[in-house]
């Protein structure tokens, strides 16, 4: 049996949770997040606390099992914490601004890279080289997350770019050896 499939999920105070018809539907403070369960998973809520099971065996439930429970625990810390990335910014020149719902970029172009907040997604610059990327939905900040780094990603050799504050960019040497054929 899957160990995280078997975990119970308890709802905090002030979410709301329902499953009708293969949709789960959170609410909280932070926002109301959708997720649509395989067809398969048998989602029980009794008493605060939401269980997730799987029919049998096979190969496909098992995987399922612990995948929706993870799903849904993510809902439910979303809607209540919200989840948040940070990304710095390193280069000489390169720095982030937000002005209005934009978040400028420059980041050694000859242009300035503009990002635009959405909906569920808010962004934040409070110094120069620091953007918070937050909101309710995990994998929609993961993603803006990416998305903002692919602007300019780190390069190894001086460690320029945009890169995840708890990422950890390899540094290469360069061309240090000039030995070389004779």
């Keep these: 049996m899957s160990r ?23 609410k909280g403070p932070k926002g109301t997040l959708t997720q649509k369960v395989h067809k398969n998973m048998i989602i029980k809520i009794e008493n605060g606390v939401i269980t997730v099971e799987r029919p049998n065996d096979d190969k496909e439930n098992r ?3 612990g995948l929706t429970r993870s799903l849904i625990a993510n809902m439910i810390e979303g809607v209540t914490n919200g989840f948040k990335k940070q990304l710095e910014v390193n280069g000489v020149g390169y ?18 890279v503009i990002v635009s907040d959405t909906d569920d997604i808010t962004i934040e610059a409070p110094t120069p080289n620091l953007i918070i990327i937050s909101g309710a939905d995990k994998q929609k ?20 770019g945009i890169k995840y504050a708890d990422e950890v960019i390899r540094r290469k040497e360069g061309k240090a050896g000039k030995g070389g054929k004779k």
């Design 95 to 112: 720095r982030v601004q937000k002005k209005g719902k934009d978040l400028v970029m420059n980041l050694g172009f000859s242009h300035q």
């Design 4 to 26: 995280i499939g078997r975990k119970p999920i308890n709802i905090p105070a002030g979410v709301d949770a329902k499953f009708e018809n293969g949709v789960m539907t959170v």
């Design 63 to 65: 995987s399922l099992h």
């Design 141 to 160: 900040v993961g993603q803006f997350a990416a998305e903002v780094r692919e602007k300019r990603p780190p390069e190894p050799y001086k460690g320029k």
